[in-house]
């Protein structure tokens, strides 16, 4: 009787030990699997802001092409409107 009550007793200890075991690779498994996804969530958010501050940057340039080309465009009716007016006074 005593042999089977150590039997029951090693058996026990056994499966506390399988038990502690698994619940450790259970947490390692879920530790490694939080960070993988912080690490894509993190990765991602910087894409995200990377992308819209090169948007901003684009459209900024965007504004001033388009500042510049509108003072172009408005030296050179100047110029046109004054040659108009120098041609007409020669005639």
């Known amino acids: ?22 619940e450790q690779r259970k947490g390692r498994l879920l530790r490694d699997y939080n960070q993988k996804w912080q690490r894509k969530v993190t990765k991602s958010a910087k894409q995200c802001e990377a992308r ?31 040659v108009l007016i120098l041609n007409k006074g020669q005639k």
């Open 52 to 82: 819209l501050a090169r948007d901003c940057e684009r459209k900024q340039r965007k504004a001033v092409m388009q500042k510049t080309s509108n003072s172009i465009n408005t030296e050179q009716r100047t110029e046109t409107v004054t």
């Open 1 to 22: 009787m005593s042999s089977e009550f150590k039997n029951r007793n090693k058996l026990r200890k056994y499966k506390s030990r399988e038990n502690e075991i698994f």
